[in-house]
């Protein structure tokens, strides 16, 4: 029987696995972690909505351990020629791979930016940001350092935005819990692009602009920053922001394994796959998500977003099963589905289906994609399970 290997546990390669196991074909999984996190929703916990618990699942409750193999361990280096994948505790040989690893940070050559700056990229790093904003505003009473209560966030795509949200909805809360004045703490967006959200219509962007700025946040387009040290940001304009608390959301690039490996990688080290999603190089490697370099209809790679992973993770299992049957592969084609963001708890905004909605309205249909996740991955129970963590936690 042919050996798969999925490399991978986030979006892609959660909707490759759970297909897989529905049309039980035996695989083994290798994550570093042994759960799944919701990376669309980390602005959430980070921010200060909820606790932490409600926004992963443990693999094996989803993963019948019967039938598929579930190993946790770090991949370290993908041997496309021997057919093998070596990770930090041992190796394994595949006869067809999925490569689901996600992505890395992009920090554009920004001096500093790598050492001085908070990510927001998986459920550990988004505990580093909320005990860091929770740990600085704790300690302002002893020095009364405004920087303490400053906080720039680089980059106003969603990630940022929506962090954004989180953090004016949740700041007031936690200075009042440390008998801080709101009107201390600073809340900067900073963005190089002259606009935010560049995935919206103008009249999207401009509601997001105006509802963040209604709760205080400073967004500042057309600010580029080109240096970054300890506590400090500097921007091109010469203008130093002294802020305790850097988080940076401004680009991903593909995991760098793919380009070490000898891939034929886009610039921004996605592997190049053809129209069923295998690797140009290998066709027994499909790549899938955000290390992934799709061009669509209009000439140019489909932006990374988990909507597209999941579909792609869909659609390699597909593929491995005709091969395997004998079958003709079918082309991948990307059905967007639209766009939401959320700006704090109870408003957002986007587009569904060719829909423009606002403020309630779009916070409730990111709920609505929340659960669509929970039931696709693993159906009613785990849909139930997790509201019921989520109400606990409010
Ligand atoms: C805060 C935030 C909000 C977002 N909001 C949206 C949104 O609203 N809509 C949207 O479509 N997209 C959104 N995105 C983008 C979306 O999350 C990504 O495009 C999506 O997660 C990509 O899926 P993936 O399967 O390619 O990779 P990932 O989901 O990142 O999964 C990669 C997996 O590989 C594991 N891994 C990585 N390296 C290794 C290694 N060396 N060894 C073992 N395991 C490893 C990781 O732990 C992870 O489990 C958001 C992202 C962030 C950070």
Same mark, same amino acid.
């Given at each position: 029987m042919a050996k798969v290997l999925l490399l991978g546990a986030g979006y892609g390669g959660m909707a490759a696995a759970v297909n897989m196991q529905k049309r039980r074909i035996p695989f083994t999984i290798i994550n570093k972690h042994s759960y799944h996190y919701f990376t669309t929703l980390l602005h959430e916990p980070a921010g200060g909505?909820?606790?932490? #618990?409600?926004?992963y699942v443990e693999l094996s409750d989803i993963l019948n351990s019967k039938e598929v193999t579930i190993v946790k361990d770090l991949v370290k280096e993908i041997r496309p020629k021997e057919k093998k994948v070596i990770t930090e505790k041992g190796e394994y040989e595949f006869d067809y791979l999925i490569f689901a690893l996600g992505n890395a940070p992009e920090f554009f050559g920004i001096p500093g930016l790598a050492e001085h700056s908070l990510l927001l990229r998986s459920l550990n790093t988004a505990k580093e940001i909320r005990s860091h904003i929770e740990e600085m505003f704790a300690e302002y009473a002893a020095d009364k350092d405004p920087a303490r209560l400053r906080i720039v966030v680089g980059g106003a795509g969603l990630t940022g935005v929506e962090l954004c949200g989180e953090l004016a909805e949740y700041l007031p809360h936690l200075a009042s819990k440390f008998h801080i004045p709101d009107s201390k703490i600073e809340l900067i967006n900073l963005e190089?692009?002259?606009?935010?959200?560049?995935?919206? #219509?103008k009249g999207l962007q401009e509601e997001a602009l105006h509802q963040l700025s209604k709760h205080g946040v400073q967004v500042r387009t057309n600010e580029k920053i080109v240096r970054v040290d300890q506590d400090l940001v500097e921007l091109a304009t010469g203008e130093q922001i002294h802020a305790k608390t850097i988080i940076w959301t401004g680009g991903v690039r593909a995991n760098p394994l793919l380009q070490e490996a000898g891939f034929d990688c886009d610039p921004r080290g996605r592997a190049k796959v053809n129209e069923y999603l295998q690797s140009v190089n290998y066709s027994n490697i499909f790549v899938l998500g955000d290390s992934a370099c799709f061009v669509g209809e209009d000439g140019r790679p489909l932006p990374p977003t988990a909507q597209l992973a999941q579909q792609m993770g869909q659609h390699v299992v597909d593929n491995i099963v005709a091969i395997t049957n004998g079958q003709p592969l079918k082309p991948f084609s990307f059905h967007y589905m639209g766009t939401l963001a959320s700006l704090g708890s109870d408003i957002g905004v986007g587009n569904v289906k060719g829909m423009r909605i606002k403020r309630s309205v779009a916070a409730l249909m990111k709920e609505a994609s929340k659960a669509k996740w929970l039931l696709t991955i693993g159906g009613i129970g785990l849909l139930a399970k997790k509201n019921r963590q989520f109400t606990k936690s409010v």
């Amino acid at each position: 029987m042919a050996k798969v290997l999925l490399l991978g546990a986030g979006y892609g390669g959660m909707a490759a696995a759970v297909n897989m196991q529905k049309r039980r074909i035996p695989f083994t999984i290798i994550n570093k972690h042994s759960y799944h996190y919701f990376t669309t929703l980390l602005h959430e916990p980070a921010g200060g909505r909820n606790d932490f #618990d409600p926004y992963y699942v443990e693999l094996s409750d989803i993963l019948n351990s019967k039938e598929v193999t579930i190993v946790k361990d770090l991949v370290k280096e993908i041997r496309p020629k021997e057919k093998k994948v070596i990770t930090e505790k041992g190796e394994y040989e595949f006869d067809y791979l999925i490569f689901a690893l996600g992505n890395a940070p992009e920090f554009f050559g920004i001096p500093g930016l790598a050492e001085h700056s908070l990510l927001l990229r998986s459920l550990n790093t988004a505990k580093e940001i909320r005990s860091h904003i929770e740990e600085m505003f704790a300690e302002y009473a002893a020095d009364k350092d405004p920087a303490r209560l400053r906080i720039v966030v680089g980059g106003a795509g969603l990630t940022g935005v929506e962090l954004c949200g989180e953090l004016a909805e949740y700041l007031p809360h936690l200075a009042s819990k440390f008998h801080i004045p709101d009107s201390k703490i600073e809340l900067i967006n900073l963005e190089a692009a002259p606009t935010i959200l560049p995935m919206l #219509d103008k009249g999207l962007q401009e509601e997001a602009l105006h509802q963040l700025s209604k709760h205080g946040v400073q967004v500042r387009t057309n600010e580029k920053i080109v240096r970054v040290d300890q506590d400090l940001v500097e921007l091109a304009t010469g203008e130093q922001i002294h802020a305790k608390t850097i988080i940076w959301t401004g680009g991903v690039r593909a995991n760098p394994l793919l380009q070490e490996a000898g891939f034929d990688c886009d610039p921004r080290g996605r592997a190049k796959v053809n129209e069923y999603l295998q690797s140009v190089n290998y066709s027994n490697i499909f790549v899938l998500g955000d290390s992934a370099c799709f061009v669509g209809e209009d000439g140019r790679p489909l932006p990374p977003t988990a909507q597209l992973a999941q579909q792609m993770g869909q659609h390699v299992v597909d593929n491995i099963v005709a091969i395997t049957n004998g079958q003709p592969l079918k082309p991948f084609s990307f059905h967007y589905m639209g766009t939401l963001a959320s700006l704090g708890s109870d408003i957002g905004v986007g587009n569904v289906k060719g829909m423009r909605i606002k403020r309630s309205v779009a916070a409730l249909m990111k709920e609505a994609s929340k659960a669509k996740w929970l039931l696709t991955i693993g159906g009613i129970g785990l849909l139930a399970k997790k509201n019921r963590q989520f109400t606990k936690s409010v």
